[in-house]
């Protein structure tokens, strides 16, 4: 199979352009978490049901992940055929008589001491690794889409809000210069309204260019090329059920990581196995015949190997001391899964405090305040200094609200993954989203 990098980019180039399979039909409970689009459209706008369909098809991580599993389905393919047998022939050649021998034998290992299913089992338990490692990686994937689209969603509405500050701090600029011609205003006041504008239309092109970036991450998320003809329609990444669950504890162990860590301490055991099946002796059975001046020979042979010496001891402590490091790995991941719920929900707390402090302070002064501003420029009242500090206030308030919002959105989803609470069919399914 030949690999040509131009006909590899000419494939990416038409995923943008067709719709991928249609995904496994999912759990009402799991679609609230994870919606997933049957038709994938990219015309009218992708929205997160249809950006999780690509993914889960596109994603470079993902497709990695599940060939990785395809080598482990091979391996428990060849860890269930039985061991080949051996032949041998000859001939000999008498030195003394000058005569020739011609023996031959053939013997297979016959399998005894459950070494064959050993190897399957242990063959089977990587598989299971293997599988757990794509849902892990699909899971990752899902909440980094949805991460991608509310970043996507924040950039966009910070740079409306730059812009509007933008043609505010213009019209301020046209005001100020206007009393300067009328001599109401000293160069100081120019200077600085001028100033502001300026800081604010290179804010502005700073957002620009943020949320062309978050389009594009977002894009590489789903296995796009960053010039795909692709728009993402973010107004249901904040929509999401409640994260209650009647066992907590159950829910955090269904989480795919502690899944996968407990799997290999399963594959680690079945390791175990198979070295303790391999102290034993192998046996041999076979025929062997020869042909010596006429006279054939022809009978059964039996082949064993005596463990006198090697009872394969140093395997097996391996295996022992390989099965202790996986029982710490899971007791790891599970302090880590532990950590990860308690990081997640105080980041909830905290950025839902914040932004209660927000809503019920400046933002809800935000827009009295600038009819406010207004009303006192028509009417003359207003000095440069304080339209530049009222204007400064407003967009900074806007844009600390929205990075405000998208943390405590992010972090709810975080806190419902981390959990197994998204996972866990326990879930309330009533929608939820926080007042605006």
Request: zero cysteines; glycine letters at 4%.
């Amino acid at each position: 199979m030949p690999l040509e990098g131009v006909d590899v980019l000419d494939q990416l180039a038409l995923r943008s352009t067709g719709a991928p399979a249609d995904p496994a039909p999912q759990p009402d409970w799991l679609e609230q978490w994870f919606p997933l689009a049957n038709d994938v459209r990219f015309d009218d706008g992708v929205t997160l049901a249809e950006a999780n369909a690509l993914a889960l098809y596109y994603s470079p991580r993902l497709r990695a992940a599940r060939a990785r599993e395809d080598i482990s389905e091979a391996l428990v393919i060849q860890a269930g055929v039985l061991k080949n047998p051996q032949l041998f022939l000859g001939p000999r050649l008498s030195l003394e008589e000058a005569t020739s021998i011609v023996p031959a034998s053939v013997y297979w290992q016959v399998p005894l001491w459950g070494q064959r299913s050993a190897r399957k089992e242990s063959a089977l338990a990587g598989l299971d690794v293997s599988q757990l490692e794509v849902v892990d990686a699909e899971l990752a994937t899902l909440q980094a889409v949805r991460n991608g689209f509310l970043r996507l969603e924040r950039r966009r509405s910070e740079e409306d809000a730059y812009a509007a500050a933008a043609a505010f701090s213009s019209d301020l600029v046209r005001w100020i210069e206007q009393l300067r011609a009328a001599g109401e205003a000293d160069p100081a006041a120019v200077y600085l309204v001028r100033s502001e504008r300026d800081g604010i239309h290179f804010a502005l092109a700073r957002a620009r260019a943020r949320r062309v970036a978050a389009r594009i991450e977002l894009l590489e998320l789903v296995g796009l090329l960053p010039d795909a003809a692709v728009e993402f329609v973010t107004a249901d990444a904040r929509t999401m059920p409640s994260n209650e669950a009647l066992d907590e504890t159950q829910a955090l162990l269904r989480v795919p990581a502690l899944r996968r860590a407990h799997a290999e301490y399963d594959a680690a055991e079945a390791a175990l196995k198979l070295a303790v099946r391999k102290q034993y002796p192998t046996v041999r059975l076979g025929l062997e015949y020869e042909s010596d001046r006429g006279e054939v020979f022809l009978g059964p042979g039996l082949l064993l190997s005596l463990p006198l010496f090697d009872r394969n001891q140093g395997g097996i402590a391996a295996a022992e001391r390989a099965r202790g490091l996986a029982r710490e790995n899971y007791t790891a991941a599970l302090l880590r899964a532990s950590h990860r719920v308690a990081r997640s929900r105080t980041r909830v707390d905290a950025a839902a405090s914040s932004l209660e402090v927000y809503r019920e302070g400046a933002l809800r002064e935000a827009d009295s305040a600038l009819t406010a501003l207004k009303d006192r420029l028509r009417l003359g009242r207003a000095t440069p200094l304080e339209a530049v500090a009222t204007q400064s206030a407003l967009a900074r308030t806007r844009v600390q609200v929205l990075e405000l919002e998208e943390q405590l959105y992010a972090a709810r989803f975080e806190l419902a993954v981390a959990s197994g609470l998204a996972l866990s069919p326990t879930t309330q399914p009533a929608p939820e989203e926080l007042p605006q």
